[in-house]
C-alpha cells in the first residue's frame, strides 16, 4: 500500500491530540468557571457517584485497526506515511505532526513491529475510552451538574469509540442525540455528517453506523 493510498484520516476534526491529552491530564483537578466551559467539555468530577466504564472490546480494536490502516515495508514493519490530509502519522493513525513527512520525521520515527505499534495504539486508544466515559455519566444541562449516565452495549459502545478515536466532536453530536431521543435516521445523519459512501472516510462512517446499529463487525470496511 502506497502512503497516498491509505483510505483513512487520523486527524481530529479541528483538535490535536496534544490538546485532547492535555484536557484529559487535568480533567479531575480542573475547576469550571462558566456554564460555556462546562457545556463545552460535558465532562466533570465524580459527585460520589460511580462513572460509566466502556472499554473497547478485541472485536472493536481489531475492526479500528483496520479502519485507521497502515503501511508496511518489504520486512512487515510499520512506517511513518503521510495520511489523507497530507500529516505524518505512524502506526495505526498515530499523526506524529501536522504537517508531511521529511527525512527528519522518518529518522525519528524508525520502523515499528506489530506490537511496538499496537501499543502506542491502545494507549492513544485509552484517551479516548476515558472521553467516552466521562461524557456518558456526566452531563450539565443549564448549567447544573447533574448525574446522567448513558447506558450502552457493547457494541454501541465500541462504535462511539472508533467514532471518538476519529472524530470527538461528531462524537459529542451523536451523544447528545441519543440522550434527546432522536429517531435512527436522524441519528444516522448526524453520524455519516455528510459522508458519501463512495469516499474512504464515508465507508469509515458506514462500518461504524453498521456496528452501533445491528451490532456487526465488518471484515472488510473498504471493500
Known sequence: MLPGEVKRTSAIDDESEKD????????????????EDMSSFQMGENMDEEKTSYAMSENGKTLLKKLEGCVKNEEGLLVPYNDSNNFATKGYGILICKSPLTDEIIAANPPQTEEQ??????????DFESILNNRA???YPNGVQTVDKLLLSET??????SLTYNSPKTAKKVMDAIR????????????????????????????????????????????
Open 137 to 139: 455519566t456526566y452531563t
Open 20 to 35: 485532547m491529552r492535555s484536557q484529559l491530564r487535568s480533567m479531575e483537578s480542573r475547576n469550571f468557571s462558566t456554564d
Open 117 to 126: 505499534a499496537t501499543s502506542d495504539f491502545e494507549n492513544k486508544l485509552a
Open 180 to 223: 434527546n431521543d432522536k429517531t435512527q435516521n436522524e441519528l444516522k445523519t448526524i453520524w455519516m455528517d455528510g459522508n458519501s459512501t463512495d469516499s474512504g472516510l464515508g465507508k469509515r462512517r458506514a462500518a461504524e453506523w453498521k456496528l452501533y446499529s445491528e451490532g456487526t463487525y465488518e471484515e472488510n470496511p473498504y471493500d
Open 156 to 161: 454501541e459502545a465500541d462504535a462511539i469509540i
